[in-house]
């Protein structure tokens, strides 16, 4: 509770069953049932980001089928300063920590308790994910198979609104003292699993199997290769019999997004013929979701992978070309060959480019004449003859208004100007590393891990216009995402000093 210190570390049976002899019995015959351990499972972190933050508790009551159980529980340094919040939230003082083993020092018995053994949370995914992660930073793996309350409970119970831990307690009218903290949480877990099995056996069953059924793999492919897939975000490859590249994808967490291609091979047309013919699987670990959505824009239009549609690249794109009002007409050219004015949009064909002129021209009641796109004869355009046009093809509206109301109509497609002098340099941090991605004019010219390559890569750039690139770098620099910086800054001999501002 708040206001209370914890001990930094209780040993394997020196703390009494926190169950009631009839929860442990009918853990004990589920337990038999599905021919395990259970694992009853609870972490406290220093907050919700799986990258910055650490874990400070760990709660667990391991189940068998005989036997009374067992309770592990112990504090764990984070290394990392203790918000005041979460110490509030979870009664754990800060100064309990400072005392406590760290993960390192506690990872081979943790791993020990939780071998072989069925892990059951709620919210499973959190937990298993932050688990993984904490052995990641010491270079190893760590598997297991789960069981989530959580989604037991939005299974059994389709009609309650609310499933977290809370309403479970609400719901069973449980005593819970000492919520928030790792070892409570996990017997309130075991408490719900035991209602369930005593109350509906049977769909409680039916309901674990669904929740691990897994979908048939390819024969080349394994579950350990896929459960090696870290919870992070990155990009991956997959390639078929012939080693060509069939597929890339990018997600924040690179493992549960592969298996969901596998989850849905059976609904869907791409997701099984990417199964069928899937041999190879890689993938590139990034720091955050940004570098993850550039990497995959880039490899899927220099790679050209057969099953993706979307990000491929196009020759010979269009855009709209346009010296502003009263200054002419807009004008329809290779994005490749714009040498001035404002940009708008960018299409696969000029003929594309040219519908979207019209449909602008329905919707705001443009001019087809001063929009270029019929001949500029005697008389109104053929649009005003139909009472689409306000007429500045025949002096019945200025031009000078009708270009404001153009403007406004292309506002949507407006490519941004490059706002700084010079290429920049976008840095990107998480999870322990750290990306350097070269960026001018909205092309992007590669990364490297090393600051000092960047140099080489400036003076062989390479890459042209991308309408995808520029949409996630103008997105990133809009919401504040990452940090820019001029190159060369970065490469000065005093290294970088200060980010950079846009300007105009």
């Given at each position: 509770?708040?206001?209370?210190?914890?001990?930094?570390?209780?040993?394997?049976?020196?703390?009494?069953?926190?169950?009631?002899?009839?929860?442990?019995?009918?853990?004990?015959?589920?337990?038999?049932?599905?021919?395990?351990?259970?694992?009853?499972?609870?972490?406290?972190?220093?907050?919700?980001?799986?990258?910055?933050?650490?874990?400070?508790?760990?709660?667990?009551?391991?189940?068998?089928?005989?036997?009374?159980?067992?309770?592990?529980?112990?504090?764990?340094?984070?290394?990392?300063?203790?918000?005041?919040?979460?110490?509030?939230?979870?009664?754990?003082?800060?100064?309990?920590?400072?005392?406590?083993?760290?993960?390192?020092?506690?990872?081979?018995?943790?791993?020990?308790?939780?071998?072989?053994?069925?892990?059951i949370a709620h919210d499973a995914r959190t937990d298993l994910a932050f688990l993984r992660q904490e052995w990641r930073r010491?270079?190893?793996?760590?598997?297991?198979?789960?069981?989530?309350?959580?989604?037991?409970?939005?299974?059994?119970?389709?009609?309650?609104?609310?499933?977290?831990?809370?309403?479970?307690?609400?719901?069973?009218?449980?005593?819970?003292?000492?919520?928030?903290?790792?070892?409570?949480?996990?017997?309130?877990?075991?408490?719900?699993?035991?209602?369930?099995?005593?109350?509906?056996?049977?769909?409680?069953?039916?309901?674990?199997?669904?929740?691990?059924?897994?979908?048939?793999?390819?024969?080349?492919?394994?579950?350990?290769?896929?459960?090696?897939?870290?919870?992070?975000?990155?990009?991956?490859?997959?390639y078929d019999e012939a080693d060509s590249l069939l597929y890339v994808g990018k997600s924040i967490r690179l493992r549960e997004?592969?298996?969901?291609?596998?989850?849905?091979?059976?609904?869907?047309?791409?997701?099984?013929?990417?199964?069928?013919?899937?041999?190879?699987?890689?993938?590139?670990?990034?720091?955050?979701?940004?570098?993850?959505?550039?990497?995959?824009?880039?490899?899927?239009?220099?790679?050209?992978?057969?099953?993706?549609?979307?990000?491929?690249?196009?020759?010979?794109?269009?855009?709209?070309?346009?010296?502003?009002?009263?200054?002419?007409?807009?004008?329809?050219?290779?994005?490749?060959?714009?040498?001035?004015?404002?940009?708008?949009?960018?299409?696969?064909?000029?003929?594309?480019?040219?519908?979207?002129?019209?449909?602008?021209?329905?919707?705001?009641?443009?001019?087809?004449?001063?929009?270029?796109?019929?001949?500029?004869?005697?008389?109104?355009?053929?649009?005003?003859?139909?009472?689409?046009?306000?007429?500045?093809?025949?002096?019945?509206?200025?031009?000078?208004?009708?270009?404001?109301?153009?403007?406004?109509?292309?506002?949507?497609?407006?490519?941004?100007?490059?706002?700084?002098?010079?290429?920049?340099?976008?840095?990107?941090?998480?999870?322990?590393?750290?990306?350097?991605?070269?960026?001018?004019?909205?092309?992007?010219?590669?990364?490297?891990?090393?600051?000092?390559?960047?140099?080489?890569?400036?003076?062989?750039?390479?890459?042209?216009?991308?309408?995808?690139?520029?949409?996630?770098?103008f997105n990133a620099l809009s919401r504040n995402r990452g940090t820019w910086m001029p190159l060369a800054q970065l490469l000065?001999?005093?290294?970088?000093?200060?980010?950079?501002?846009?300007?105009?």
């Amino acid at each position: 509770m708040p206001g209370q210190h914890a001990s930094n570390s209780v040993a394997e049976g020196t703390l009494p069953s926190p169950l009631s002899s009839a929860t442990a019995t009918a853990l004990r015959d589920l337990a038999q049932e599905l021919d395990t351990t259970l694992a009853f499972i609870d972490l406290e972190n220093t907050g919700g980001h799986l990258e910055r933050d650490r874990i400070i508790e760990v709660g667990i009551i391991l189940v068998a089928p005989a036997g009374e159980p067992e309770v592990w529980s112990t504090l764990i340094n984070p290394e990392i300063r203790l918000s005041p919040a979460i110490s509030t939230l979870t009664g754990i003082d800060p100064a309990d920590l400072a005392h406590a083993p760290t993960f390192a020092q506690v990872a081979e018995p943790l791993r020990e308790k939780l071998a072989g053994r069925l892990l059951i949370a709620h919210d499973a995914r959190t937990d298993l994910a932050f688990l993984r992660q904490e052995w990641r930073r010491l270079g190893q793996v760590f598997t297991a198979d789960v069981l989530c309350t959580l989604r037991l409970s939005r299974s059994l119970f389709p009609d309650e609104k609310r499933h977290g831990l809370d309403a479970i307690i609400e719901r069973l009218q449980l005593h819970s003292a000492g919520r928030h903290r790792a070892l409570t949480d996990a017997r309130t877990v075991a408490i719900f699993l035991a209602r369930l099995y005593s109350d509906q056996p049977a769909r409680l069953l039916e309901a674990c199997r669904q929740q691990w059924q897994r979908p048939a793999l390819p024969g080349s492919l394994d579950a350990q290769t896929l459960d090696a897939l870290p919870d992070r975000p990155g990009v991956y490859l997959c390639y078929d019999e012939a080693d060509s590249l069939l597929y890339v994808g990018k997600s924040i967490r690179l493992r549960e997004r592969v298996w969901d291609h596998f989850y849905a091979a059976t609904s869907q047309q791409r997701e099984m013929r990417l199964v069928q013919q899937i041999r190879r699987l890689e993938w590139i670990e990034t720091p955050t979701e940004l570098s993850a959505l550039l990497l995959e824009a880039r490899l899927i239009k220099e790679r050209q992978p057969i099953l993706n549609r979307r990000l491929r690249r196009r020759e010979n794109l269009f855009t709209i070309a346009w010296e502003g009002i009263e200054r002419g007409s807009p004008r329809i050219v290779p994005l490749r060959d714009c040498d001035g004015g404002e940009l708008y949009g960018s299409f696969a064909n000029a003929y594309r480019a040219r519908q979207s002129l019209r449909r602008l021209a329905r919707r705001h009641g443009l001019c087809l004449k001063a929009l270029g796109l019929e001949k500029p004869t005697s008389g109104p355009c053929f649009a005003h003859q139909l009472k689409q046009c306000r007429g500045a093809c025949c002096g019945a509206e200025s031009r000078l208004l009708h270009d404001l109301r153009l403007s406004a109509a292309l506002r949507h497609l407006r490519i941004e100007h490059w706002p700084w002098d010079g290429p920049m340099v976008l840095v990107e941090e998480g999870g322990g590393q750290r990306l350097y991605h070269l960026l001018w004019q909205w092309i992007h010219c590669g990364y490297r891990a090393d600051p000092a390559d960047l140099a080489t890569l400036w003076e062989r750039r390479e890459g042209e216009f991308d309408m995808d690139i520029y949409r996630i770098c103008f997105n990133a620099l809009s919401r504040n995402r990452g940090t820019w910086m001029p190159l060369a800054q970065l490469l000065s001999p005093s290294g970088p000093q200060t980010t950079a501002t846009p300007g105009r």
